[in-house]
């Protein structure tokens, strides 16, 4: 991370006009996208969660850092798109019930649309009938969840089996991820697919659509 420690330091602070000008810089020096965001930006939410997690910091800082990335972020965006596409399929993606997390979630979202997916973003804390009704509307081909708690990932079996007595599940695909979901859990809970970032993200839904 020693390559972007400033962007790193304006991160933990919650300074998103020096973030976005180091954001910037780095980009401006020839830094790649995926580069700022793996080591720049992911690596320093990891800092900030430990540091929450040690008592040095508290709801309001990780709040104020998660702010400072997302708008860094949006400066990376235009990168991970991947050119002229048609529509690689339907993704409907949402953060689960109780969940307010959704920097990962809006990652994913970000590099599957650059990828050519077409996405409806439910958002945040979204109840397993919220995803049926609209799952209903926009009859997606990917169902995605994404959980940060440990005390929220049993929405995700809500979810399917939710999906499941709507006469959806065999209609569509289920993703899950997030920090502390597992591969082992993805089987467990009988989801189609699992995946650990927001690159694999679209890869998974590629080959689980068999597109390329
Ligand atoms: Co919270 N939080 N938080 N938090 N927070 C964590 C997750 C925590 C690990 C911090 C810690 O204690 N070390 C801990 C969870 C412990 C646990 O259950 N295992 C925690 C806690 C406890 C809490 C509260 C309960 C704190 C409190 O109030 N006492 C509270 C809960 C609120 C709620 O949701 N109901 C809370 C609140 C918050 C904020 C609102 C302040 C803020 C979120 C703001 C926001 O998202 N807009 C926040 C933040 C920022 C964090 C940390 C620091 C950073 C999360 C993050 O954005 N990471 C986090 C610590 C950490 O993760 N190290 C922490 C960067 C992001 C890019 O990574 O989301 O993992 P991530 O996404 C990755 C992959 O997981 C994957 O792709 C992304 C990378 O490419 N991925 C998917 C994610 N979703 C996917 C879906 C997919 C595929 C891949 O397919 C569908």
Same mark, same amino acid.
């Given at each position: ?12 602070? %919650? *300074? ?87 920097? %990962? ?15 409806? *973003? ?47 599940? *065999? ?20 989801? *189609? ?20």
């Amino acid at each position: 991370m020693s390559d972007f420690k400033a962007l790193a330091e304006a991160v933990i602070k %919650g *300074d998103i006009k020096t973030a976005m000008a180091e954001t910037q810089s780095a980009l401006d020096a020839g830094s790649s996208a995926q580069d700022i965001l793996d080591r720049g930006l992911i690596a320093t939410m990891d800092e900030v969660g430990e540091r929450f997690s040690k008592g040095l910091i508290f709801v309001p800082q990780m709040l104020r850092s998660a702010k400072t990335m997302q708008e860094c972020t949006k400066l990376l965006q235009p990168f991970f798109k991947e050119g002229d596409i048609t529509s690689k399929g339907r993704v409907l993606i949402g953060t689960v019930k109780g969940d307010l997390h959704d920097i %990962g979630k809006n990652l994913v979202s970000m590099m599957m649309e650059g990828a050519g997916f077409t996405i409806t *973003d439910l958002g945040v804390d979204v109840s397993p009938e919220k995803f049926v009704q609209k799952a209903q509307e926009v009859e997606p081909d990917i169902v995605a969840m994404s959980a940060l708690l440990s005390t929220t990932m049993p929405a995700m079996p809500q979810t399917i089996e939710a999906l499941q007595k709507a006469g959806l599940r *065999d209609k569509v695909k289920v993703m899950i991820g997030g920090a502390p979901v597992t591969e082992k859990y993805a089987q467990k809970i009988k989801a *189609d697919s699992y995946a650990s970032d927001a690159g694999s993200a679209v890869s998974k839904a590629k080959k689980l659509l068999g597109v390329s």
